[in-house]
C-alpha cells in the first residue's frame, strides 16, 4: 500500500521559536524523515497548525 503520513508534533506552544525549531529538527532527525516529509506543529491550546492538520485530513479522505 502506498500511503501519505504526516507527523504531527504536538504541544509546540510550550517551546520558544528558537527551542521549537531545534525540536522540530530532532524529531526529523530521530524519524529519519528528510525536509521534504510532512512535519506538522501543532497547539490544540493555540490553534496553531490545527487548520493546516485538517486540511491534510480532508485531502486524505477526498482521495479516497
Known amino acids: 500500500l502506498d500511503r501519505q ?3 504531527v508534533a ?3 506552544d510550550r517551546l520558544k521559536r ?3 525549531a531545534r525540536a522540530l529538527e530532532r ?3 530521530a524519524l ?3 525536509h521534504e516529509a510532512d512535519l ?3 497547539s490544540a491550546d493555540t490553534g496553531e497548525g490545527v ?3 485538517w486540511q491534510r485530513i ?3 479522505l477526498a482521495a479516497g
Open 10 to 12: 504536538t504541544k509546540v
Open 32 to 34: 529519519g524523515l528528510d
Open 58 to 60: 480532508e485531502e486524505f
Open 5 to 7: 503520513s504526516v507527523v
Open 40 to 42: 506538522l506543529a501543532a
Open 18 to 20: 528558537g527551542e521549537r
Open 51 to 53: 487548520r493546516e492538520l
Open 27 to 29: 524529531i526529523r532527525r
